[in-house]
């Protein structure tokens, strides 16, 4: 089941991620209603480096990623991100937590913030609601709140993903008001294919 996406890092100008993520903290397993007999822990360990024209500088972060899942099908995750942007280096640390409702309804709230905060949001926080369809449907709506140093930006999410065979395809629109300054709609569309054991996938996103 998805979890709530990371909060924004690249600046206010910038949108916010949508909600919804096509890879959970747990795994990127299509959607399965039935909650699991067993809990578990997994860590993950990302890094991304960026390269802009126009004369910026180049952009790297690294982040360390904890999730657990419990066998009643909650799910706990929390992460440290180092980022380096602009030649200004930050740190961030965010929690979020994932509970069913019920079989159809889904419960997800996140929060983060960054003790230095130079490019990064000095804090945000989300909460979404999930509901599951017959036929591989699932729907989403959230918001989220976004503050940093000069801006604050509040985000309503709106997505759709379907799932079939071992393919997922998705919609997200998220509509953005930065204060002060006005609004924008971001478009994000995605398509994975899921393949092996253990578990993995490839995909392509268009925004």
Same mark, same amino acid.
């Given at each position: 089941t998805p979890v709530i996406a990371r909060a924004n890092d690249s600046g206010a100008a910038v949108s916010p991620p949508p909600l919804p993520s096509p890879t959970p903290a747990s795994s990127a397993a299509p959607r399965n209603d039935e909650p699991s007999n067993?809990?578990?822990?997994?860590?993950?360990? #990302?890094?991304?480096?960026?390269?802009?024209? #126009?004369?910026?500088?180049? &952009?790297?972060?690294a982040s360390l990623d904890? /999730?657990?899942?419990?066998?009643? %099908?909650?799910?706990?995750?929390? /992460?440290?991100?180092?980022?380096?942007?602009?030649?200004l280096r930050d740190q961030q640390f965010s929690a979020g937590y994932y509970q069913p409702l019920s079989r159809r309804w889904l419960l997800l709230v996140e929060a983060a913030f960054s003790p230095t905060h130079r490019v990064l949001p000095k804090w945000s926080a989300a909460a979404q609601l999930e509901r599951s369809f017959a036929g591989? &449907? #699932? *729907?989403?709506? %959230?918001?989220?709140?976004?503050?940093?140093n000069d801006a604050r930006v509040n985000a309503?999410?709106? %997505?759709?993903?379907?799932?079939?065979?071992?393919?997922?395809?998705?919609?997200?629109?998220? *509509?953005n008001h930065l204060e002060n300054a006005g609004t924008s709609a971001a478009h994000r569309f995605q398509f994975n294919r899921y393949y092996g054991e253990p578990l993995s996938s490839f995909g392509v996103t268009a925004g």
């Open positions: 067993e809990g578990r822990t997994e860590v993950r360990v #990302n890094a991304a480096y960026e390269s802009l024209t #126009n004369g910026f500088g180049d &952009w790297k972060s904890l /999730s657990h899942k419990f066998a009643a %099908g909650n799910t706990v995750y929390a /992460s440290y991100t180092e980022t380096e942007r602009f030649r591989g &449907w #699932n *729907v989403q709506g %959230g918001y989220r709140r976004t503050v940093f309503g999410v709106a %997505g759709v993903e379907k799932y079939w065979g071992n393919y997922r395809a998705a919609y997200t629109l998220t *509509v």
